[in-house]
């Protein structure tokens, strides 16, 4: 699977992407918005892309994308979708290293993931998941057309997150 843009590359992520991996999950932006992982390691974070990315595109044949500067092939973030056991449909997600947030990388990624959800996965409608204080994630669900549905928790024990929807049809 490859997508791309006018300055982007997505594509699938691979255990050459380890040390990528393992600053993303690393960042305290990551820890704090998405959660911890407890990846302390480039091998915890070799282990986290076998277990859950790579295993996520052998059960489904999506998941989450590392999206690169086209040319210089270097990795910016990562985006996609993923079916989760307690949502009805698939959502998007994105992250993106931090010294690369404000530069529309991730608008112009999941602008493509979103077309290609539709197009290529004939999803009608597509899910997000946000904590209510990620105010920059929220603001890019909202640019791309996404509106708050209610607040869920996906587990008991957590904290409730905002669930956010978009219609694929029109």
């Known amino acids: 699977m490859k997508i791309t843009t006018d300055r982007l590359l997505i594509r699938e992520l ?3 992407d380890t040390e990528f991996i393992f600053e993303l999950l690393n960042q305290s932006s990551w820890k704090k918005y998405i959660g911890n992982k407890n990846i302390k390691s480039i091998e915890d ?3 986290y892309l076998i277990d859950n990315t790579i295993k996520m595109y052998e059960t489904h044949g999506f998941g989450l994308w590392c999206v690169t ?4 092939k270097q990795p910016l973030g990562i985006a996609g979708v993923t079916k989760r056991d307690n949502l009805p449909v698939i959502d998007i997600g994105f992250a993106f290293l931090d010294r690369f947030i404000g530069h529309g990388y991730a608008y112009e990624a999941c602008e493509a993931i979103l077309d290609y959800t539709k197009s290529q996965l004939n999803s009608e409608q597509i899910l997000a998941i946000v904590k209510p204080e990620n105010n920059k994630s929220i603001k890019l669900l909202d640019k791309l057309g996404f509106t708050f549905k209610e607040q869920v928790h ?3 024990a957590d904290n409730p997150l905002n669930l956010m929807e978009k219609q694929l049809v029109t």
């Open 14 to 16: 691979t255990l050459n």
């Open 45 to 47: 974070a070799k282990q």
């Open 154 to 156: 996906l587990n008991p």
């Open 69 to 72: 500067k086209i040319y210089s």
